[in-house]
């Protein structure tokens, strides 16, 4: 069986003492082999939650981050200090990074190239075939072999709003990605679907061809429908 990645994206929803309790009762979820499971908390509570999931299964990761080195950027969050507190890898360019933070494209590509060459590894949203910047990955991917770089497909339609897309419009488009990445001999990416996806559409989703995994939103945030996802294949 492929490896598959599930990964839940906590936006800012949980505080923090939900985000605590969330996390312990995640500790119980043990790996499947070919599971791969991350959580992306808020980025005021990262550390403490890593900590609480250092000895499980469940690996946490950054849900963005603003710029390369420490410096003078009010508000901001490095890749550097996500290292230092043992974040391996960090979610960028989703959709509300986009339109409610008014990240342009050239500004998440920027990021992606600066994360491509740096320690973490990236899991770049996209909602569209033409938002992939292929010829950046391609410049920059030093090794498409060990997960730098994974993929995530998200309309923005089906984000939050309980409609996900069918499964024909989901492998339409990762075949499409598919294709061009196997052109650019970057076969090996793995590409996510993200969009409303919940225990009872997961099984389908992460059956379909050319789909690697979930990322999952507002799923995420409830114990008993995380665990239904991991349990649904
Ligand atoms: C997301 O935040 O990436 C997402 C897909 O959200 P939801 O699952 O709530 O649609």
Known sequence: MKKLHIVGNWKMSLNKQDSIDLANKIKSISKKEYLNIEVAPTSLYV??????????????????????????????????????????????????????????????????????????????????????????????????????????YEPTWAIGTGETASIDHIEEIHTKVKNTLTECSLENIPILYGGSVNPSNSREILSSANVDGVLVGGASTKFDQLLGIVNSI
């Not at 010829?135 to 072999?145: A, F, G, Q, T, V």
């Open 47 to 152: 550390d403490h939650i890593v900590k609480i999931l250092e000895e499980s299964d469940v690996n946490v990761i950054s849900q963005n981050f603003d710029y390369e080195n420490l410096g003078s950027y009010t508000g901001g969050v490095c890749l550097d200090q996500l290292k230092e507190i043992g974040i391996t890898k960090t979610i960028l360019g989703h959709s509300e990074r986009r339109s409610k933070f008014n990240e342009s494209d050239d500004q998440v590509n920027k990021k992606l190239e600066t994360v491509l060459n740096s320690e973490l590894d990236v899991i770049f949203c996209f909602d569209s075939y033409e938002q992939v910047p292929f010829e950046l990955i391609k410049n920059n991917l030093k090794n498409n072999d060990n997960l730098k770089l994974i993929l995530a």
